[in-house]
């Protein structure tokens, strides 16, 4: 039998809190250690404890991070999902299982079963602990299967359970109890293998949440206010883990503010406060606490004033899959809140960038005096994804156009909250406490000088002036990325996470006759390049991972009415991070359908 | 001339004239208690001596948020929306502390749309000075009743309310809200010393004034009349306030008949007794007097509740000594060496 090494997909599927998530981890961590091209995900429940988890571990030597078409190595450990789970999978696949699950066994002839008693291995180490071993005993077996480093094993294990000696001695001897029985028992006749490659660039694994929490910690944040809300919690929680190391007086002081908010309107409430007095201030939430917001939003877009929010996308609309992924909050937030509004959304699809857009948002807020958003998703935000090291902001704080010193402001000729001096929609603003141009802030009508006005001419031009401010800021916001050869008449564009499934998608097409460029929009509003992609190519498609192709909408609205035609949406979602071959095949039908 | 004029001027302790502290015209109705309570705000931010323009004037939204715009004029001031000025003026601290935050709202702000915002407000002891003005009714929709309405009580326009009030000072005074106080917009000289006690206090400070609506609701039905309250109002205490930087003075006033109580920036607020002596550290007293006057019809009025030992939000956020505000870009943005070692961290 040929092997097939390093090219396959791992599912384990246990239940939530019985500490499946370290020894996945584990096996993530050693993986990777090995040089093997690999990506892992949670896919997991709303819920604390008991109800199903699957991992979904994929090595790829192409190096595709998404999850693959099939499951080649299914994990059984929990009974409520076994018959599903084992129904689903493919002739030749192998299943690991614990023999001792009752009633649960592995009939099917077709597959290469290998049977462990799972939870009597973990009593004879630990009958206390025998649930949280009997999850590191498939990791000993596993390793044993497919070849995985010993060694590679111990120091994951190590950096898993820093610094607490029994903890990493009883799972190293539950490895290798795993190992040991599979050794004795079983013979392996199944093809898949791990074989280590060179690591050409040492990197490490880091949750997309905790790379935008460092982003705004080295962004210069003041203030935090939030309201915990999956998927977006480990934000501020990050950003709270930081501040005594890197936000911290000699004396123990620190230098940022986190209040934990009552509810999500407070959170935005006391983001504009901090704005309004002058400072940096930010929330990190959902598509439910962005709902919650959106009065104030509109607020801060009609009285300018400065506000980052980070959206970390989960399944909508209502409660929703509050643990699955989503692209479904673009409208929403580039939109928000009633009347005419328009926001610029800044939207990571790489850790790097998590981190990078992390500390710009507060430069870009300051320096157009408008909401900003950080559009995150649950995938890139509670995966760990493999990472060089983040790059030191290239660029000096932007604190916009602030006006602190006296000398300055009385340079002024004639100085107005809201009159647009420089031609570029972006007035001065002085702070409170300063005595200068002291001005009731306010969410009714105004005119230049920051005065209540209902006159028709003040709010036309208000209104004009605010789209011509965020206008103005296509082109000085992230620029799209884009992969373009020589001759492809095909466009895909796409954003967000979608950047992890891309080049497998590409792939697939290519398998299927169609040779694709790609541009990946990093914010909104879209920059000019995006509309040059756009007339390059005969056809584009705009990709994404909901259902309405919100994406396709904005580009619908704001392009050109002679290029319209050429942009075509392909969106689906189903809560899942996005498969390859799905969004592939949608994109070939689509191709078929407008290229006739 | 020049210095007669000057003469002519009366200046208070930092020599600033009462002008300083005005605003512009009010376009409330004529007669609105909301306006009697702006001039006090007034008198009360001159007499103390703050410097106007370290004064934050924060509203939500309403008849009463409109104030803002009719005094202190050379301060910053937020009118944000309904319900929602705690929050704002929540993250405006934690950016400025140094600031006097002075915040307005009504009964339908505090006791509806915002009752959450207040009570975490209070929760957090904020330090800011916050009025209710309190009417009973929608003022600005037009005169529909709002939850601290009494029962029995008639606007004049449509049947009486039936539901029970929200007494926002028992509320607060459950919450363990640091200053507690209840007064009239009739009330001059007591509202006066009260609002210059509460902007002598660290911690949250809640006003809550009775304060008629004169077009919705000052029928001789309606128990937030003018004419009702003037005769069912009871008094716990004549109310003075002895700014920290006069001498207190002996009054003439038997020992005994008065209290003395300290505040933070050492200004005193004398309470002298009236018939039974009321002692605001004593929350229990404090919720007696507000049920038996509700329990007469009454309304009660005085410095119900008052405790200095607890820290304020500033204490619990624990932060720098300077404002936020100040913090250069070098304190904002840590170095690139602590980047590079949270680089090699994570690489080994």
Redesign the interface.
Known sequence: MEKIINDFTINIATANGTGSQSANLILLESLFDMGVPVSGKNLFPSNISGLPTWYILRLSEKGYQAPGDRTHIQILVNPDTWDDDLESLESGSVVIWNSNTKNKTVEREDVFSYPLPMTKLAKGINPKLSKLVTNIIYVGALAELLGIDQECLNLAVTKQFKGKESAIELNIQAIKSGREYFRENLEKCDPYVVAKREITQ???F?EGNEAVA?GC???????L?WYPITPSSSIAEGIIAYIP???T?E?????????Q???E?????????????????MTATSGPGISLMQ??IG?AYFAEIPSVFWDVNRVGPSTGLPTRTQQSDISMLYEGSHGDTQHIVLIPGTIEECFEFG?YAFDCTERFQTPVFGLSDLDLGMNKWA?A??D??SV??D?GKVVREKDVFEAFENFGRYLDVDGDGIPYR??????MD???????GHNPMGV?SEKPHDYHDLMNRLRRKIDNARDQLPPPILREGEDAEIGILYLGSMENSIQEIDDILLDFGHNVHQCRIRALPYHPEVENFIRRHKVTIVLEINRDGQLHGILRKELPDDIITRVHSVAYSDGLPPRARIYATLIDKKLKEVMQ | MSMRRERAVKLNVINEPKDSYSGGPSSLCPGCGHDLISGMIINAAWENGVE???I??MSGIGCSSKT??YYL?????????HG?M???????????K??LYLGVSGDGDSASIGI??L??AIR?NMDMVYIVENNGVYGLTKGQYSATADVGSRKRKGPSNELQPIDLCALAINLGCTFVARSFSGSRKQLTSLLRAAMSHKGFAFLDVISPCVTFNNNSESMKSFSYVKENEVTLHMADYIPHFNPVEEVDVPEGHYRDIELHDGSTIRLETISEEHDPSNAVAALTALHEADTEAKHVTGLLYFDPSKPSLAED?????KP??D?E?S????S?E???A??SE??S
């Not at chain 2, 304190?331 to 840590?334: G, L, S, V």
């Open positions: 040492s990197k490490f880091i460092l910690i080295y962004g210069g944040c003041q203030m206010s190391k890197l936000r007086d004396d123990g002081k620190a230098n940022l503010a986190v209040i908010a009552e509810d309107l407070a959170a935005a409430g006391m983001v504009l406060g901090a704005g309004w007095a002058g400072g940096r201030g009065e104030f607020l500390w990472c090291g983040f030191y902001p000096d704080m604190r002085t702070l409170p406490g300063s005595g002291p001005i009731l802030y306010r969410g009714t209540y | 106007p323009h370290r934050a004037k803002p715009a004029g050379q301060s910053h001031g937020f009118n944000t929306v929602r705690p929050s704002v003026t929540t993250g405006a601290y934690a950016i400025n140094d600031l959450g915002q009570i975490h957090r956020l624990d932060l720098v000594d936020l505000l913090l870009d304190e904002m943005r840590p690139k602590s980047l590079d949270l680089n994570f690489l």
